[in-house]
């Protein structure tokens, strides 16, 4: 009996240990600087005073800040506040451009709830959340030099836009209890705190940049939380400028007489949402197929029609 007891604590402790330390040194290409930004311009708007948090400090600040305001493609601005410490409008500019171009590489849903950038001198960690981002820029030079400044905004950002919504939510949890596992020990052991952001750029890399990551590296993050990916996928999450709203174009159609099969394929991009209509006049348009997610590219889809196709029957692919 002790035996077995033993064996099945063992069991479980394999089966419960997170596959990752912390996920943003996963792999340091999930996002890359050439990837697109939706970063539209930066319009310097004056110095004043603004409280900011300093982890230098471990504390709150008042500073007379170098202001910036940043705008994006999207229609989403953001304040950029830059410590005076570095001395003048000029260099402080510089400092808000770097990373207001960075910060536009982010989702339209991981930039909705950020209103403030803070920027510091400092070997210090990043922050998310108080709709702000916060930087060291000493700490930058040391996520860019091991490739994950990126990486490490989509963490930040999703404790900033997504925390509020989702980390307490029933449908989370139900989710986070399911897996019965965490994707790090970072989340493990601060599950309430850390959780959604720890999960969330994994998800983004198996959904939006599968062929940037190892299979095994894949096959990790689908084991240890099939449900949190089932829950993130649910979500209308916008993720402009990963995905690029543009109109699809069918490739090839083909119809199978005898199995009343028609089968579809089109240029996709990798996580986006599509649907697939139908009309017979062009003008109404019948949705077949909806949330159907992309997991290659291109995409090819065959549907069991269980009737004959007309001869004007129309079929169309787009996004949702």
Known sequence: MRVLLLLLLCSYSLRAEPPFLGTIFIDPDIIKPSDPSAYLGLADARQDYRTMYDRRENNWVRRNAYLFNATYKDGLKIEVQVNPEFGSAGEARKEAVKYADVIGQLTTSLRRDVETVWIHKGVNPFGGGNNNLLIHTGQAVKYIKDGILEETFVHEAAHTSLDSRHANRSKWLAAQKADDEFISNYAKDYPNREDVAESYLPYFAIRYRPDRISKSLASKIMQ?????????????????????????????????????????????????????????????????????????????????????????????????
């Open 224 to 320: 240890a939380i099939p449900n949190r990916i089932k829950y993130f996928d649910s979500l209308s999450l916008k993720m402009y400028p990963v995905i690029q709203r543009e109109a699809p174009s069918i490739d090839q159609l083909s119809y199978s007489e005898p199995k009343k099969l028609i089968t579809i394929t089109w240029g996709s991009q990798f996580g986006a949402k599509y649907i697939i209509q139908s009309s017979s006049d062009l003008s109404e348009w019948k949705t077949i197929v909806s949330d159907l997610i992309a997991k290659s590219s291109p995409t090819s889809v065959s549907i069991n029609l269980d009737r004959t196709v007309n001869t004007r029957e129309f079929y169309r692919v787009g996004l949702e």
